[in-house]
Antibody
């Protein structure tokens, strides 16, 4: 069974940093592209970033230069390093995996809440 | 970036009625890589439809998807109480994947 479990969320001051983790199990982690998607309170889904199995990355313009996605295939873990955080980064952050190549995101974690506030 | 615009923002219907949710893309969606998700409060999104019209595993056949050019539609043939939720369209055909802003389906 595919499982994705996020952790690392919490309260952080504007300008601060935080690292999210996503522990993956039930599949061969290294072979899948992994994504981060966020959802501000009461708002819609917004894609944040993606990393492929070789470590190539892509980011939404809103986080480019501030967030870094990475993965440790030996630990089956996905990361999102967030810095220079702003109030508008407040959201539930989900890690997600496609069902398979050519298909959309089909497996999601339960999400971890990041609150940026002084 | 492909912008997806959903309409209406809110749809108020009764159980047993038919629901039609719309999603318009700002440009062509490669290979009809358009999906629909259902999300309930406090839960992660649930995949309903992929490839514009294919139902995901375990999704009831009252859910269907269609496309006409850059216009996509999710239809729920006969609403059940469990269907009242927020629905998002999502394109995964470009490097920068995007979501629509969502349609809230509420019980009248």
């Amino acid at each position: 069974e595919v499982q994705l479990v996020e952790s690392g969320g919490g309260l952080v001051q504007p300008g601060g940093s935080l690292r999210l983790s996503c522990a993956a199990s039930g599949f061969t982690f290294s072979t899948y592209w992994m994504h981060w998607v966020r959802q501000a309170p009461g708002k819609g889904l917004v894609w944040v970033s993606r990393i492929d199995g070789d470590g190539n990355t892509i980011y939404a313009d809103s986080v480019k230069g501030r967030f870094t996605i990475s993965r440790d295939n030996a630990k089956n873990t996905l990361y999102l390093q967030m810095s220079s955080l702003r109030a508008e980064d407040t959201a539930v952050y989900y890690c997600a995996r496609v069902i398979k190549a050519g298909l959309p995101l089909g497996y999601w974690g339960q999400g971890t809440l990041v609150t940026v506030s002084s | 970036e492909i912008v997806l615009t959903q309409s209406p923002d809110t749809l108020s219907l009764s159980p047993g009625e038919r629901a039609s949710l719309s999603c318009r893309a700002s440009q062509s969606v490669s290979s009809n890589y358009l999906a629909w998700y259902q999300q309930k409060p406090g839960q992660a999104p649930r995949l309903l439809i992929y490839g514009a019209s294919s139902r995901a595993t375990g999704i009831p056949d009252r859910f269907s998807g269609s496309e006409s050019g850059t216009d996509f539609t999710l239809t729920i043939s006969r609403l059940e109480l469990e269907d009242f939720a927020v629905y998002y369209c999502h394109q995964y055909g470009s490097s920068l994947i995007t979501f629509g802003q969502g349609t809230r389906l509420e019980s009248k």
